[in-house]
């Protein structure tokens, strides 16, 4: 790890870090002060074995002006930049950083709720481990949380997207078969019983 022979410059609400490539060796740790980052909530950032292209890793972190992610609230959308590496988007790293716990209270949120976001290709929530509470030099209480990076880009912090419910389809109620209607059967006309012709009676002989 290297926080030695770095070189700060704070202009325009940018912090940035140099290193000369000759002393990284290993993971480079970055590490803000409260005094010097003012109202940036990002306190530590670690880049895991850069792969250097350069005289120097330069490392910059400011405001960004990118859009949070969509219907989700946050407290701040910062970029880290890094210049003087190799393919600084797949570049892993870990980020370290602070949220005033009155923030989540006006929310009704908890610490277990917050959540680090990465904006590439669409903004993807990081695993986000809690760390501690503490007292700032402000004299507010913040939560520091912790969370590891596939690579740097923009970053917002913010709460968890809500889950939502999937909404049950109505089970369609089943159409009832029509009941045939009988079909009457046809009633057989009576056969005439024959008239039986009279027997005529025999005249008597004189």
């Known amino acids: 790890k290297l926080e030695l022979h770095a070189i700060t410059k704070v202009a325009s609400s940018t912090i940035t870090r140099r290193y000369d490539a000759e002393t990284v060796s290993g993971s480079v740790v970055a590490t803000f002060p409260a005094d010097e980052r003012r109202d940036i909530a990002i306190a530590e950032v670690v880049v895991f074995s850069p792969l250097l292209e350069a005289p120097e890793l330069v490392l910059n972190l400011k405001p960004s002006s990118e859009r949070g992610p969509p219907g989700i609230p946050f407290l701040q959308v910062l970029d880290i930049d890094l210049e003087g590496v190799e393919a600084p988007e797949t570049t892993e790293g870990r980020i370290e950083f602070e949220v005033p716990t009155s923030w989540l209270s006006q929310r009704d949120a908890s610490v277990d709720d917050v959540r680090l976001y990465r904006g590439r290709g669409g903004w993807k929530e990081l695993p986000t481990t809690y760390l501690e509470s503490t007292e700032s030099g402000t004299g507010q209480i913040v939560a520091r949380f912790t969370a590891n990076t596939p690579g740097f880009s923009p970053f917002a912090i913010g709460l968890a997207a809500p889950i939502v419910e999937p909404t049950p389809s109505p089970t369609p109620s089943p159409t009832p078969s029509p ?26 002989s004189p």
């Open 179 to 204: 009941t045939p209607s009988p079909t009457p059967s046809p009633t057989p006309s009576p056969t005439p019983s024959p008239t039986p012709s009279p027997t005529p009676s025999p005249t008597p």
